[in-house]
């Protein structure tokens, strides 16, 4: 059975950062690409960035040069750094490998 499992959600101030993760078990993690996706209030769940199995990553354009995935093949977790946040980043942050998804961690960014 796959899980997902992610933490390092939480409030911070404009301008801070936030570090998540995701923890999977239940899959050959290293033979996946991996993404997070986020959702806010009634807006559609959007992808954010995404890492390939041999470590290539892609970005919406309004994350980049602030968000950065990683992912350590070996613990089976993909990370996302995110710096400089922004109000409008806060959402719920999911991570998703193989039609799986995680159950999500709430991102607040105050203004």
């Known amino acids: 059975q796959v899980q997902l499992v992610e933490s390092g959600g939480g409030l911070v101030q404009a301008g801070g950062s936030l570090r998540l993760s995701c923890a999977a078990s239940g899959i050959i993690f290293s033979n996946y690409n991996v993404g997070w996706y986020r959702q806010a209030p009634g807006q559609k769940r959007e992808p954010v960035a995404t890492?390939?199995?041999?470590?290539?990553?892609n970005y919406r354009d309004s994350v980049k040069g602030r968000f950065t995935v990683s992912r350590d093949n070996a613990k089976s977790t993909v990370s996302l750094q995110m710096n400089s946040l922004k109000p409008e980043d806060t959402a719920v942050y999911y991570c998703?490998?193989?039609?799986?998804w995680g159950q999500g961690t709430q991102v607040t960014v105050s203004s």
């Open positions: 890492i390939s199995s041999l470590g290539s990553t």
């Open positions: 998703y490998i193989s039609n799986y």
